[in-house]
T-cell receptor
Framework: TQLLEQSPQFLSIQEGENLTVYCNSS?????LQWYRQEPGEGPVLLVT?????EVKKLKRLTFQFGDARKDSSLHITAAQPGDTGLYLC?????????????FGTGTRLTIIP | DAGVIQSPRHEVTEMGQEVTLRCKPI?????LFWYRQTMMRGLELLIY????????DSGMPEDRFSAKMPNASFSTLKIQPSEPRDSAVYFC???????????FGPGTRLTVT
């Protein structure tokens, strides 16, 4: 059983469109991170959210942490081909001392020029 | 800093052979993580160290897998004997603080035939 479920698993859209991907769990996380991974490379951190209801913006990317700290969303406005990649959410659980992250199942995003 | 360094980048071996993967974390980072990534199972945490001490190895698949961190600048993940189902990309990551951003290496793509 996956602790963090991401949806959709795959998403292919045209350049310029908007999209939202989701990260859901039944567990409460102390913090949640979003990573992007490009082919042949390791994941790279995009953002960390800590407070329930928190919203963070990174240029065209908007990240939201659910009020109950069980879920998160990533919204991309006017998608660009450079946004193509595997998006992973990762949560830190307080019962593990917040030392390790549990990664989600991932959303593989393709932006078509 | 050069980032997290992993070697080799690619490894092809026959079933039954011993495989050793190597990792040099970012200098000063107290946490080191070993992950395995496959299409079927996503990114799975195998083991992590804090100040060179193994903290949680509950993700290690079985006794064929072992990991060591003899000093702050070097860690190994060993598989003996290797099996075809071990084929995956293995990532090493390091972190400065508890629950903080994890910096991933480029990964080792392992193929066991």
């Amino acid at each position: 059983t996956q602790l963090l479920e991401q949806s959709p698993q795959f998403l292919s859209i045209q350049e310029g469109e908007n999209l939202t991907v989701y990260c859901n769990s039944s567990s409460v996380f102390s913090s949640l991170q979003w990573y992007r991974q490009e082919p042949g490379e390791g994941p790279v951190l995009l953002v960390t959210v800590v407070t329930g209801g928190e919203v963070k913006k990174l240029k065209r990317l908007t990240f939201q942490f659910g009020d109950a700290r069980k879920d998160s969303s990533l919204h991309i406005t006017a998608a660009q081909p450079g946004d193509t990649g595997l998006y992973l959410c990762a949560g830190a659980l307080s019962n593990f001392g917040n030392e390790k992250l549990t990664f989600g199942t991932g959303t593989r995003l393709t932006i078509i020029p | 800093d050069a980032g997290v360094i992993q070697s080799p980048r690619h490894e092809v071996t026959e079933m039954g052979q011993e495989v050793t993967l190597r990792c040099k974390p970012i200098s000063g980072h107290d946490y080191l993580f070993w992950y395995r990534q496959t299409m079927m199972r996503g990114l799975e945490l195998l083991i992590y160290f804090n100040n060179n001490v193994p903290i949680d190895d509950s993700g290690m698949p079985e006794d064929r897998f072992s990991a060591k961190m003899p000093n702050a600048s070097f860690s190994t993940l060993k598989i003996q004997p290797s099996e075809p189902r071990d084929s995956a990309v293995y990532f090493c990551a390091s972190s400065l603080v508890r629950g903080g951003e994890q910096y991933f290496g480029p990964g080792t793509r392992l193929t066991v035939t």
